[in-house]
């Protein structure tokens, strides 16, 4: 059983980088893109494992892979990590202007002067 796809492309994003191991994975792919064969070589899992998290992370968009010869090559995707960058963003921004708020202990309907 697959787990439901998520509508927003930057919540598939941030529940695909909640876990260690693919956190990991995108920090080696970081460095260079690289097949799943060499990325279990370097992990404390197997190959099967691997792949499965490469799979969930190139559902949230985080990831692509290109083939070249029988094996495929993975790379990070920008685009799954603009998505969750935007989210994080207008959350830091929505919190900054609610903190400048309070501690301006102004109404939220007033405009700045």
């Given at each position: 059983?697959?787990?439901?796809?998520?509508?927003?492309?930057?919540?598939?994003?941030?529940?695909?980088?909640?876990?260690?191991?693919?956190?990991?994975?995108v920090?080696?792919?970081?460095?260079?893109?690289?097949?799943?064969?060499?990325?279990?070589?370097?992990?404390?899992?197997?190959r099967p494992?691997?792949?499965?998290?490469?799979?969930?992370?190139?559902?949230a968009?985080?990831?692509?892979?290109?083939?070249?010869?029988?094996?495929?090559?993975?790379?990070?995707?920008?685009?799954?990590?603009?998505?969750?960058?935007?989210?994080?963003?207008?959350?830091?921004?929505?919190?900054?202007?609610?903190?400048?708020?309070?501690?301006?202990?102004?109404?939220?309907?007033?405009?700045?002067?």
């Amino acid at each position: 059983m697959q787990p439901a796809q998520s509508p927003h492309p930057q919540t598939a994003a941030l529940d695909a980088l909640g876990n260690a191991v693919r956190r990991d994975i995108v920090q080696q792919l970081a460095i260079k893109p690289t097949t799943a064969g060499a990325l279990a070589d370097r992990m404390p899992i197997s190959r099967p494992a691997v792949s499965k998290h490469l799979r969930v992370l190139q559902d949230a968009g985080l990831i692509s892979h290109v083939p070249q010869g029988t094996r495929n090559v993975y790379q990070l995707e920008k685009k799954g990590f603009d998505a969750a960058r935007g989210w994080l963003d207008s959350f830091w921004s929505d919190a900054l202007t609610r903190f400048r708020m309070v501690a301006e202990n102004t109404d939220p309907e007033a405009r700045d002067e």
